[in-house]
């Protein structure tokens, strides 16, 4: 068996595509620009390109974007200063802080400050809250990508077994909420987990959230399983460069699964398209409008 590979990329450009005609129709119709703030504290080299690529995306889809450079020796105090600018600008639909933030600054205390209805991450209380429980809500962009990339591979998703590896507020647990709400069995797995490789076995889902460069072995995945991997880790290559792999070891789980996301090319488009998602629907939700068809 060779796994059918999901083209994260390739759905992604359709989503966005509808995105930015979702935006010209809110535009033409109401006047309405939605607006994406972007918060870059520091100097991290992986955070600026993060910050570029999303500044690019928001500007081809017809958004508006106010990019904030900060420096590392910015406090917390300043910062919640500045979210509370942010939150106040009618011209702002959504917030992006940039993860990490520098030592010193106290990352819960910012996620709390973002208005809830501006909250484009999805990591604000409020928001995970509402999640749980099954009600509309900003949803954390990674973990709606890979719903939306199952959905679209397997159509339907109820009854079937879905194991999550990986147990973080940004991936994991609102992963499992989506799962769940998809009428998903849900498993959350992670390190201390008794008997790690067949409880991923059991999944006809299995979603590799880790941080751990390919800990999920071939033997690990269940035959015709769909395995979605969030992992994105850079390592050395042979030319001595750097290469980008994720938390599933690629070549043994392409022989074993029936559907399998790449690194790169998989989740991590994915992650920017529904940024831009979120924002459009942060933006009609607070005029109280409609989403236009995307």
Request: charged share 20%.
């Amino acid at each position: 068996m060779t796994a059918e590979i999901i083209d994260g990329k390739a759905f992604a450009e359709r989503l966005q595509a509808g995105i930015a005609r979702g935006v010209a129709a809110l535009k033409a119709s109401r006047g309405i620009v939605p607006g994406l703030a972007a918060v870059l504290v520091g100097d991290n080299p992986a955070s600026q390109v993060y910050v570029r690529n999303k500044t690019r995306q928001i500007e081809a889809a017809g958004m508006a974007g106010f990019k904030h450079d900060l420096p590392a020796t910015t406090s917390t105090r300043t910062l919640l200063d500045l979210v509370q600018r942010l939150n106040a600008d009618d011209a702002v639909d959504g917030i992006l802080v940039q993860l990490p933030l520098p030592r010193g600054i106290d990352v819960e205390a910012i996620f709390d400050a973002v208005d809830p209805a501006k909250d484009v991450d999805g990591f604000h209380y409020v928001n995970a809250g509402k999640l749980a429980i099954g009600r509309d809500a900003l949803t954390p962009c990674t973990p709606m990508g890979c719903a939306m990339l199952l959905r679209d591979r397997l159509k339907n998703l109820a009854g079937l077994s879905a194991v999550v590896l990986g147990r973080s507020n940004i991936v994991g647990k609102p992963m499992a909420q989506l799962l769940l709400r998809a009428d998903c069995t849900v498993t959350i797995a992670h390190s201390k987990t008794r008997d790690l490789p067949a409880v991923c076995r059991g999944a006809d889902i299995l979603i590799a959230a880790v941080g751990r460069p390919e800990m999920v072995r071939g033997d690990w995945i269940k035959p015709g399983a769909t395995v979605i991997d969030v992992g994105i880790n850079r390592v050395p290559a042979a030319d001595g460069k750097t290469r980008l792999i994720g938390d599933v070891a690629f070549a043994e789980a392409r022989d074993v699964a029936g559907a399998i996301t790449p690194v790169p090319g998989g989740v991590g488009p994915m992650t920017i398209a529904c940024l831009l998602h979120n924002t459009l629907v942060a933006c009609c939700r607070r005029r109280g409008i409609p989403l236009p068809a995307i």
